[in-house]
């Protein structure tokens, strides 16, 4: 698109101190957003390009804003033109979670990364964010149906299998509509959070936040699609996370129990709706990249299926007819 780059270039030419810049990508998204590192008078930049017509950027900048003002450390925006889709950004640099966390970094980089979840779960802004309601949360499963089974795999399914999988997507809504109603930033995970030497995580990619479920920032968190670690360490953070959130008011009158099925069932919906924007990724926007993540995304609902006696039969249908197509390389 030679014209929005040009465009881009003109509107940051016009902003006080930028007539003279350096320009090269920074990165894309899943979505149609792109960015770019702009550097100039020893300063260095994020412009955000993000076409009107295909995304909304005023609920970047009310987040944004919001999400500032209690102290997260996400990008200072300092210029926009909403009509064109363009927007001047603070940058955090380029050291990506993802990149950067092994087995010595983990605890420290986690450890600042559930510091700043409590934070958005206690402080975060209620008013003036959508809700996640059953008919979001059984759209957003609807994604697995379609783009994974139905068009990614070519699988037509029995009628006992929709009927199954209706039944799960139930079980699924009624337990993240049960739970403690927070601000979530909905992709809080190792692709959106960044390493900064002050403040860290740098937190990415927030136009998106609901209000919904305790659990699901924590579980996009610690059941990373792009990154695993052992169940017993999930588990172990997920239980230091229940204690903090417990201290800082989040959590009242709630057991140990009740937490990890929250938790676990809350990462079930997610990955079921990770897998079918995977798919789709491929099939309509021609981004094949992602399927390497769908094996470790569904993996995570195979491990379950002792834990919870109703994610059985969902189990057993991702065994018998969903892992043997994921021919992935």
């Known amino acids: 698109m030679p014209q929005r780059i040009e465009q881009l270039k003109a509107w940051l030419t016009s902003l006080p101190g930028l007539s003279d810049f350096s320009f090269e990508p920074a990165s894309g998204d899943a979505s149609f957003r792109r960015y770019f590192r702009i550097r100039a008078a020893g300063q260095s930049y994020i412009a955000m390009d993000a076409p009107p017509e295909k995304e909304d950027s005023k609920s970047f900048v009310w987040v944004a804003r919001a999400f500032e003002s209690i102290g997260l450390n996400v990008p200072h925006i300092h210029a926009k033109d909403l009509a064109q889709g363009f927007m001047l950004l603070e940058d955090l640099g380029s050291a990506l979670y993802l990149d950067k966390l092994t087995t010595k970094t983990v605890d420290r980089l986690y450890g600042d990364a559930l510091g700043a979840l409590a934070t958005l779960q206690a402080c975060g802004p209620l008013q003036g964010l959508p809700r996640y309601d059953r008919t979001r949360l059984m759209q957003e499963m609807a994604l697995f149906r379609e783009w994974l089974l139905g068009k990614e795999l070519n699988l037509t399914l029995t009628d006992d299998e929709q009927r199954m999988l209706d039944q799960v997507f139930e079980l699924l809504a ?12 909905r992709d809080y995970h190792s692709r959106n959070l960044m390493v900064t030497d002050r403040h860290n995580p740098g937190i990415l990619d927030f136009q998106d936040a609901v209000i919904g479920p305790v659990t699901y920032d924590l579980v996009s968190l610690l059941r990373d699609c792009y990154i695993g670690w052992p169940d017993e360490q999930v588990d172990a953070w997920a239980m230091g996370y229940f204690e903090l959130a417990q201290q800082s008011g989040v959590l009242r009158a709630v057991d140990e129990a009740q937490f990890l099925t929250w938790f ?27 399927l390497k993540e769908i094996p470790r995304t569904l993996g995570y609902i195979d491990r379950l299926a002792g834990r919870h006696r109703p994610l059985e039969s969902l189990v057993g249908f991702l065994h018998q007819r969903v892992s043997p197509l994921l021919k992935i390389n």
């Open 174 to 185: 009624d337990n993240a509509l049960q739970q403690p109603q927070v601000c979530v930033h």
């Open 264 to 290: 676990d069932l809350t990462g079930v919906q997610r990955h079921l709706k990770a897998s079918g924007i995977f798919a789709r990724l491929n099939q309509r926007d021609g981004k094949s990249g992602y």
